[in-house]
């Protein structure tokens, strides 16, 4: 095993646990949104009802009205698939080390968004991948420039989050998706679409995944139920052609059985009793107002020099600095000033500027997000 | 990725689902004496009471208090450990999995008891490892032997699991557990130790853990809350070294995030309110009456030329048949008779006969037992 760098995010989020900090830094969902009675009621109907099958082991494959439940909700989202084309796991994170454990060995390269998530980095450097950044416009990954990155790398396959990325909050469009896919086929490349923020859509039209146009049989769809439910249940899955999808399951067997046998069931009920979408519903909305109310008070506060992205979704939105701009001294003034948020260089697989910070929007209220953005302005304006 | 071998026994589970099927085949303890009441009280409680932090993201080491209560506990067990030593994982089937992915690139030794638990087997061969059998005789692995298998193998680690051995049944014995203890602080070897099972002993009297001995921090200690609450709640735990704890923790975090915040919470409380060890001491007996009954139907009706172990715990007892015996063929006329078990052969590492069966006795009632032994000593009398 490689070294591994230690995951800025999470050393940060334990500094910033005291609640007069205000933290940007996290991905954390909104918990006052948590649907924590439905939950509840939900785990007693589990044990209530055939009890002990919810604490037995269980199939590797997933709990099966609950795959029955994911390919219906895939169908929704414009992919067809068949319950057994889906596999859950121990979140959408178990996808990344799956995939990284079937595709990689040590020296092979994978493809990224630049910049991507950490913790996709930290997946596959496990397996002593290397990266190569695929160039990245204001609207997401450039599929013009991927047949010649093919050709130089021979990549085992591409990483890419399409909808709110993480860390930029930006969305491919339909048209370069679709492009994505048909490189993906006429080249015979892998493609892994993370898709965690697709249902937290405020603002604009969904557009679908690029597994939507996968004929070929290239494309692996990750999701999960960490923002539609809670990230505490661990319950994610990915919906993947059939050869690969054996491999993957033979993997998440000996990585750790099965998911939980107890949250799949108690997803299950939960998604199957009252109305769950319009709590996506809720949760979207608050989602909006809070990315509103950070957009206002960032162009009323922040100096000239500063840039920041417009999501459409999602839970994070990403500034550039000027060029001279040192984030990491920034986060460490800005934490004295009980403000804090994830500066960007550590989501750059390759070289990239110092100059950027992630901000996270869903896990404060809008008074805590006017006063934290107030706080990191008054900051920037000093430098 | 190397090719990995399908299991075996989750094939067969799949086919004796069927109730009329009495099988001796999986590793299931017995769901009727699941804490179902207690933990869906737990569950309750866990929700009424700071509701949310149980759904949202947590520390990839795990749940403080959980952590805290595992450390008293391997105290209990005879392992000094401050709750900064525990890992929380996703089973401890995960401990597995990461121990690998820290130790293992392809090609590396692992030496193991032969035959050895069939999932680590799968766990490491995802890091394209070898395996090394340790020479083993009817109380376990032979110590004197690894001095050479070292010169010879340069291992990576040593995997064992010293109470009630999956698939054997067998203790180590406390001489050899401390030699062994010795000889990884001599040689510099680590020491995978592998405990699931040692809490469901019915006969004799504890051993303490290699880790125990283990003053030159060479000793990796695993251990579940399946066999003590349930499976389904897939939490494990690991006791390591603190540079080997780093590691499994960056690893751990890269592989999903952390094990469900809402399962840890749950046993927690589980663990904490009412009398968890009387519920094992209840789980103890029924599997030593469990164990009797199949022991006694065995001697009754199996017909010369097969022995079996006489475990003091656990869930499971290892037959060898007649040299000749083709254990494989035999499961194909036995499931045709309605009654199912392990062929031994998946559990050997390297090559070794096709004489042998695992039966498991934890997961069927005193009645079903002795009906599933006649049916089996009947087709074995017809050979």
Chains 1, 2 share one sequence.
Not at 22 to 44: D, H, K, N, T, Y
Not at 82 to 105: E, H, M, R
Not at 245 to 270: E, I
Not at 324 to 347: C, H, M, N, T, Y
Request: neutral net charge; proline residues 7%; aromatic residues 8%.
């Amino acid at each position: 095993m490689q070294q591994l760098r230690p995951s800025t995010i999470r050393e940060i989020l334990k500094v910033t646990a005291q609640p007069e900090v205000i933290s940007f830094a996290g991905g954390l969902p909104a918990p006052e949104l948590f649907p924590v009675e439905a939950v509840s009621r939900a785990a007693q109907a589990v044990l209530a009802d055939g009890g002990s099958n919810a604490l037995q082991y269980s199939e590797s494959e997933g709990y099966g009205p609950l795959r029955e439940w994911i390919a219906t909700e895939m169908a929704r989202r414009g992919v067809r698939a068949s319950a057994q084309d889906v596999l859950v796991t121990t979140g959408s994170q178990q996808v990344l080390d799956l995939a990284g454990k079937a595709f990689l060995d040590p020296g092979d390269v994978v493809l990224t968004e630049n910049p991507t998530y950490l913790a996709a980095i930290q997946a596959f450097q496990a397996m002593e991948a290397r990266f190569v950044p695929v160039p990245t416009d204001a609207i997401g990954l450039v599929p013009e420039e991927i047949p010649a990155l093919i050709a130089q790398h021979r990549p085992k396959f591409l990483y890419t989050i399409p909808n709110f990325q993480n860390p930029t909050g930006v969305t491919l469009p339909a048209d370069r998706r679709e492009k994505l896919a048909r490189i993906a086929a006429e080249h015979g490349l892998t493609i892994l679409e993370d898709d965690p923020y697709g249902q937290l859509r405020y603002r604009g039209s969904d557009v679908p995944p690029v597994k939507h146009w996968d004929t070929a049989g290239r494309v692996l769809y990750a999701s999960t139920f960490s923002k539609i439910i809670a990230p505490g249940l661990r319950t994610g899955w990915v919906v993947a052609p059939h050869e690969v999808f054996l491999k993957l399951l033979m993997l998440k067997q000996a990585s750790d059985l099965h998911t939980s046998s107890f949250d799949q069931r108690v997803a299950h009920v939960y998604l199957t009793s009252g109305d769950p979408m319009a709590h996506v519903a809720k949760i979207r909305a608050a989602y909006g107002e809070r990315f509103g109310v950070m957009d206002a008070a960032l162009r009323e506060e922040m100096p000239k020099g500063f840039s920041w992205t417009h999501p459409e979704g999602g839970m994070f939105l990403w500034i550039t600095g000027p060029k001279e701009l040192d984030a990491l001294a920034l986060l460490e003034k800005a934490v004295q000033r009980k403000v804090a948020f994830v500066p960007g260089r550590d989501f750059f697989p390759g070289d990239a500027g110092r100059n950027y910070l992630r901000l996270n929007f869903s896990n404060s209220t809008p008074e805590r997000i006017r006063e934290g953005v107030h706080r990191l302005a008054a900051l920037c304006r000093e430098r």
